[in-house]
């Protein structure tokens, strides 16, 4: 069984920074892309970013040159540096890994983690 949990959320002031962490644990055989996903109230899940096992990276037009996601392969981690943060940032972000395990190839969800931004 594969398990994501997320860290580093919280309640911060616009202009502010937050990282977020994620570590996939269990029965790993490798994993692909990993990346950050966020849900606002009322809202459909949308991508923020994403990285895939070489390094190669992608992120929502929205928070370029804002975030930057990084990743650890030999730590099954992946981090998401969050500056310059706006109200319109405030949602559940998730983070999400491609995983190679016994039973195949699945994505895999952690729980989300609040991130606020707000006066």
């Known amino acids: 069984q594969v398990q994501l949990v997320e860290s580093g959320g919280g309640l911060v002031q616009p202009g502010g920074s937050l990282r977020l962490f994620c570590r996939a644990s269990?029965?790993?055989?490798?994993?692909?892309?990993m990346g950050w996903y966020r849900q606002a109230p009322g809202k459909q899940r949308e991508l923020v970013a994403t990285?895939?096992?070489?390094?190669?990276?992608n992120y929502q037009d929205s928070v370029k040159d804002r975030f930057t996601i990084s990743r650890d392969n030999a730590k099954n981690t992946v981090n998401l540096q969050m500056n310059s943060l706006k109200p319109e940032d405030t949602a559940v972000y998730f983070c999400?890994?491609?995983?190679?395990?016994?039973?195949?190839?699945?994505?895999?969800w952690g729980q989300g983690t609040q991130v606020t931004v707000s006066s």
């Open positions: 990285i895939d096992r070489g390094g190669s990276t």
């Open positions: 999400k890994a491609d995983v190679i395990d016994g039973s195949g190839f699945r994505s895999h």
């Open positions: 269990g029965s790993i055989f490798a994993i692909s892309d």
